[in-house]
């Protein structure tokens, strides 16, 4: 009886690094495609929970100072954060131009972080970006903080 021509079966350790390879590539190219078109998230920005005061401040509304310990409004000021995606490769973008909106976060461990921005620039961590999305963070938070009511109306408080 003559053997068949049977393929031989690769070892199973080399299929599983091949399907890793190739999931690290496609998580890769996923990450740059995210980037170009939607920038570069804002990372450690504070938590609701950890959050003692929010302090808003708007150029737009002079003389207005928001300040708030609990609620939506903490919740609201952590989530804005998420609006500010910046490009890429823009460290210290904003030299020459002023923030709109401020809002510092005092947290319960005793230390303070503020987000600031204009039209264009995000300042934060001490460091300036140029924003992916021009206006939409200064827009959404004076509207949130400033314009009196929210969508359901009634005063944020």
Same mark, same amino acid.
Do not use: C, H
């Given at each position: ?5 049977? !393929? ?79 490009? !890429? ?69």
């Amino acid at each position: 009886m003559e053997k068949e021509n049977i !393929p031989e079966k690769k070892p199973v350790k080399n299929q599983i690094l091949r399907t890793a390879v190739i999931i690290l590539i496609v998580s890769a190219i996923a990450t740059v495609q995210y980037i170009v078109t939607k920038g570069v998230p804002l990372f450690n920005a504070p938590k609701p929970d950890r959050i003692e005061k929010v302090i808003v401040t708007s150029r737009d509304f002079p003389g207005e100072t928001k300040e708030y310990t609990e609620g939506e409004p903490v919740e609201l000021a952590v989530k804005l954060v998420n609006f500010l995606n910046y490009r !890429p490769f823009t460290l210290d973008a904003g030299a020459d131009s002023e923030p709109v909106i401020s809002i510092r976060y005092f947290l319960s461990d005793g230390s303070e972080t503020e987000v600031a921005a204009s039209s264009k620039i995000v300042w934060y961590d001490g460091k300036s970006y140029e924003l992916k999305i021009k206006g939409k963070f200064v827009t959404l938070a004076n509207a949130v903080f400033f314009m009196g009511e929210n969508a359901g109306g009634e005063e944020i408080r």
